[in-house]
């Protein structure tokens, strides 16, 4: 067992800030695809596979190198709804997949 003051700096990992004209793409090596055996959607990568649901499927089929700010307005035409809140919850599943290393923003 240790005891004494830890002298490991710990910092808190902020998420980055994605801007309406950066431009999302998938990271290389990252595949999106129909999996075969089930049907579904999934993203492959070296490390595994990550089966997506409709909005993350919509999302990253739009992520060929447009900015972002086109792919929310794409989304919300699509979907008929409000573009403010649309454009939230689309940064916010683009900062998880970039976390991940499964998508390069540019």
């Not at 431009?23 to 492959?44: E, F, H, Y």
């Not at 499927?57 to 190198?65: Q, S």
């Not at 454009?87 to 916010?92: I, L, Q, S």
């Amino acid at each position: 067992m240790f005891s004494g003051p830890c002298l490991t700096r710990f910092t808190m990992l902020m998420p980055t800030q994605i801007t309406d004209d950066a431009r999302p793409r998938l990271a290389s090596g990252v595949r999106l695809q129909i999996d075969s055996a089930t049907g579904k959607s999934v993203l492959l990568f070296p490390e595994g596979i990550v089966e997506l649901n409709e909005t993350a499927l919509d999302i990253l089929a739009r992520c060929d190198g447009r900015p972002l700010s086109d792919i929310a307005l794409g989304l919300a035409e699509d979907y008929e709804v409000d573009l403010a809140t649309l454009a939230v919850d689309v940064r916010e599943i683009l900062s998880d997949l970039q976390r991940r290393k499964l998508v390069e923003i540019s």
